[in-house]
């Protein structure tokens, strides 16, 4: 056997050069031909499986041998290398957080003759770690002892970054969405960050025409009180080509995936800044824009340094992501904020407004009532009547400037309730008495009584009282008198206050005591004066002391207004 | 002899009508915005009674009112509190004020007060 004709015939070259055919050359011959044609077919689906990141491996429990695929089998027996490795060997490939986990996996596929299948990360021959799904299947000889493992490798860094990018991305609209903070939406921009997507966060709001710093992480905390000692003394520039300066003009995001110190030279405006930047250490930078009603208020910026990893278009895309959250988020965080001052200064307004009004209600009530002493004196009916009603009517604004104060308070929580024992009957009786002086052309009649003790405000039930009978007078334009029922039922202490006047329709019934109903007369088409605040207060008092207020009326013949709240003790009297 | 009374509430409308009631009760009145005339006394023109206002411009009634009764020349004056604030009254006792009278009030009720604490 000549070397040379074999190689010929096997590279191809004509007959000629081949002399004796013997069957056993021939053969031979054939043989290294068909074990060419496999070493290439070895290599094209190498190169595919390389292609689809696809890789299949072997493990030979019994002879603890690990190969990484057939193919690579194969060619490493061609070229005479060890084509296996032990299994703790190929171990030391699996990333070490992640070891335990893969051996128990495999262990309950080995036990429960169930397909293995685990997802790990793994070293490649240049130290970088990469995301592997495996799936494989065991083989058992017929006593039941494992022989081999089978499977497949799959890289799977593409789908592993798109779900951490998702879960990154659903983790941080729950951030966003748990806080209504302008400052603290913003840092926790900034700290979800860091450092599941980069080293250092910046989130840069335009206020007063510049970019002011107003959250920043870093994976280094020391660090993050340095960059924003150094945005302090370097601060931003609007009028840039590049940077920060033009993704606020442009609105558009950018990606600088690899840093170059040419860049850094280009950037620095004095060789300490050069200085400072170069000891930083930028690896890779992007940039997302956060808007707000369309305009560009400001920029997020990621930068890796430390951990060595180059952003990409994946990257940005997921960063753009996070900015249009975050920028929905800080759009709700500023309309809560502006809403919160206007109801603060609504508020205060108020408070400030019935404190106003009452100072020239005072002078005036006071001179009016001089001149009542005067008229006195000097015998004038006249105008003593007419102040009379004046000083009347100056009550009545007074309490309307209370109303308005008190439909504030209990808005805002602040009304403040006594808690102390008092007989249900005292209130009722004190304002019957006050406003039978007042209203000296309607007959107020108390019907019952309670040996109730109810715990509460004392003086506000008296409010609530006040209102109801004050309401059924001035309701009741034609008739002259309001029966005020007093009574005790199951665990309730019971009040009703009945009125013979105009009533209330059947589709104002549930309304009257909403804030600022007022009901009309539909026969005198005449709505009745007052803010319409009363009833809505009452109700709330009532409410507050655990009862119920509740009315039923019928048009044109009158309305009972009940209200029951639950006493405390009943005291039992003598006869 | 007439009775002295000393009046300060930060708004002129409110001290004018004073005057007049006062005066024409045969009260003799001294009323001023300036808190300052509550320590400008002298022997001769101490007050009988102090009318004043819990919300002054610029300062806190109710600190003048604990200041004059820690002083000895003042500390004796009876003072009657007055406000527009409801909750005011809860914490006149706390400042030493003798009593309180919320605004608006009816001139009977204050002239009730007076002849109570001049007597």
């Not at chain 1, 019928?554 to 009943?570: D, L, Q, W």
Request: glycine share 4%; hydrophobic share 35%; aromatic share 8%.
């Amino acid at each position: 056997m000549n070397i040379k004709h074999i190689s010929a015939k096997l590279n191809g070259y004509p007959h000629s050069l081949t002399s004796e055919k013997s069957s056993h050359d021939q053969q031979f011959v054939e043989l290294l031909a068909e074990r060419k044609k496999m070493q290439e077919q070895l290599e094209r689906l190498a190169l595919s499986h390389q292609a689809a990141q696809i890789e299949s491996f072997e493990w030979n429990i019994q002879k603890n041998q690990v190969f990484s695929s057939p193919e690579e089998k194969a060619l490493k027996e061609i070229k005479g290398k060890r084509s296996f490795k032990t299994f703790d060997a190929w171990m030391k490939t699996v990333y070490p957080l992640d070891r335990e986990r893969v051996k128990n996996v495999l262990q309950s596929a080995i036990d429960s003759h169930a397909e293995f299948d685990c997802e790990f990360r793994v070293f490649w021959s240049d130290k970088s770690i990469h995301w592997v799904s495996s799936k494989g299947k065991v083989f058992y000889e017929k006593k039941g002892s494992p022989i081999k493992l089978l499977g497949i490798n799959r890289n799977i860094d593409a789908q592993k970054k798109r779900e951490q990018n998702s879960d990154f991305l659903s983790e941080a609209s729950k951030i966003f969405s748990s806080s209504l903070d302008y400052q603290q939406t913003l840092e926790s921009v900034a700290n979800l960050a860091v450092p599941a997507i980069a080293d250092w966060c910046n989130v840069d709001i335009i206020q007063n025409g510049k970019a002011q710093q107003v959250a920043i992480a870093h994976r280094n905390p020391k660090k993050a009180k340095f960059a924003k000692e150094f945005r302090k003394r370097y601060p931003i520039d609007v009028n840039e080509p590049t940077g920060i300066a033009e993704v606020l003009r442009t609105g558009e995001p950018r990606l600088y995936p690899y840093i170059t110190d040419e860049m850094l030279v280009a950037a620095a405006k004095t060789k300490k800044q050069l200085q400072i930047t170069r000891k930083i250490g930028l690896t890779s930078v992007m940039m997302a824009p956060i808007f707000s009603q369309k305009e560009t208020i400001g920029v997020i910026t990621f930068v890796t340094s430390e951990t060595k990893k180059h952003y990409d278009q994946s990257d940005l895309q997921m960063a753009g992501e996070l900015a249009s959250r975050a920028s929905s988020a800080i759009e709700n965080a500023r309309h809560y904020k502006e809403a919160q001052d206007a109801v603060r200064l609504r508020d205060d307004f108020i408070s400030v407004a019935s404190h106003e009004l009452k100072t020239p209600v005072t002078s005036v009530k006071m001179f009016t009532q001089v001149l009542k002493k005067h008229s006195e004196k000097k015998n004038d009916r006249q105008a003593l009547s007419y102040l009379s009603k004046m000083n009347r009517q100056l009550n009545k604004l007074t309490e309307l400037i209370v109303d308005l104060l008190n439909v504030r308070k209990i808005q805002t929580g602040e009304m403040e309730l006594h808690n102390a024992l008092f007989k249900f009957e005292k209130p009722i009786k004190e304002a019957v008495e006050m406003l039978q002086q007042i209203y000296t052309k309607y007959t107020i009649t108390v019907i019952g009584k309670s040996r109730c003790v109810i715990r509460g405000d004392k003086e506000r039930i008296g409010q609530v009282v006040t209102n109801l009978i004050s309401n059924a007078i001035k309701y009741s334009p034609s008739a002259n008198e309001v029966k005020v029922y007093i009574g005790t039922k199951g665990k309730y202490a019971r009040l009703s206050v009945k009125d013979f006047g105009i009533g209330i329709s059947k589709e104002h019934l549930d309304k009257v005591f909403e804030r600022f109903y007022r009901i009309n007369d539909t026969i005198t088409d005449k709505t009745f004066p007052g803010l319409g605040i009363g009833l809505y207060i009452s109700y709330e008092i009532v409410r507050r002391h655990g009862g119920k207020l509740w009315v039923e009326s019928e048009i044109g013949k009158g309305s009972t207004f009940h209200v029951a709240i639950p006493f405390e003790k009943r005291k039992r009297g003598k006869k | 002899m007439n009775k002295k009374i000393a009046v300060v509430d930060d708004d002129e409308g409110i001290l004018e009508a004073f005057d007049v009631l006062l005066s024409e009760k045969g009260y003799q009145v001294q009323s001023s915005s300036n808190a300052k005339i509550l320590f400008d006394f002298t022997k001769d023109t101490l007050p009988d009674l102090i009318v004043l206002d819990v919300l002054l411009s610029g300062v806190d009634g109710r600190d003048i009112c604990r200041k004059l009764k820690s002083q000895e020349e003042t500390k004796n004056i009876p003072i009657i509190m007055i406000s527009a604030h409801p909750g005011a009254g809860k914490t006149m006792k706390e400042v030493g004020a003798d009593d309180f009278i919320p605004k608006p009030f009816e001139i009977d009720e204050l002239f009730n007060k007076i002849e109570k604490y001049t007597s």
